[in-house]
């Protein structure tokens, strides 16, 4: 049983534009969801988090929107550039981050 | 600082081979954690440590899987007999709370396992 799922599974953007990138749980104990992006050959690195006091987490062209009620979370990648390709991880934790259950992952390209 | 350390980078295996991975995590960091990401998934928790203690280790196979951390510092996870379906990245995490009110985790560089 998946607990969270991750959509589109691959997306490619032109340069410039906003990504959004799709994620839903199921635990409604989950409290804690970090994104991870992960680049070709290396391993994942911890982008932006959000836990249930809030509704949305900004970082620069980042930003993570948060549907309590749907169990849906979204991140957003303005601006997107080629430096950008990756695979992007939606995880979640029910205590304090540590026991972090990942999605499947999206793969981003970013065409110039 | 120096980050999550692994060795080795890639193994290759026959089914029924042996074989041991070690992790040292970032110095001070209390909370230690190792993860399988078969190709093309996400990194799945196997077991993780707090300092020398297993704190949860449900997704370790344990009748192939062991993994230990005696001093409550570097760690081994070893495969007894490997089999095909084992083949992944073993990725090594570690994390400190720290006063925050979130553990963020730090991942190595991992090792590449292939069962042949």
């Known amino acids: 049983q998946q607990q969270v799922r991750q959509s589109p599974q691959s997306l490619t953007v032109w340069e410039g534009e906003t990504t959004i990138l799709n994620c839903s749980y199921e635990?409604?104990?989950?409290?804690?969801f970090p994104w991870y992006r992960q680049f070709p050959g290396k391993s994942p690195a911890l982008l932006i988090a959000?836990?249930?006091?809030?509704n949305k987490k900004e970082d620069g062209r980042f930003t993570i929107f948060f549907n309590k009620r749907e169990k849906k979370l979204s991140l957003h990648i303005t601006d997107s550039q080629p430096g950008d390709s990756a695979t992007y991880f939606c995880a979640a934790s029910v205590i304090m981050g540590y026991k972090l259950t990942f999605g499947t992952g999206t793969s981003l390209l970013v065409d110039p | 600082e120096a980050g999550v350390t692994q060795s080795p980078r890639y193994a290759v295996l026959q089914e029924g081979q042996a074989v041991s991975f070690w992790c040292d995590p970032i110095s001070g960091h209390d909370t230690l954690y190792w993860y399988q990401q078969p190709r093309d998934q996400g990194p799945q928790l196997l077991v993780y440590f707090r300092d020398e203690a297993v704190i949860d280790n449900s997704q370790l196979p344990s009748d192939r899987f062991s993994a230990v951390r005696p001093k409550g510092t570097n760690s081994t996870l070893k495969i007894q007999s490997a089999k095909q379906g084992d083949t992944a990245t073993y990725l090594c995490?570690?994390?400190?709370?720290?006063?925050?009110?979130?553990?963020?985790?730090?991942f190595g560089p991992g090792t590449r396992l292939t069962v042949l």
């Open positions: 959000i836990s249930l006091v809030s």
């Open positions: 635990d409604s104990t989950f409290d804690y």
């Open positions: 995490a570690s994390s400190s709370l720290g006063g925050l009110n979130y553990a963020e985790q730090f």
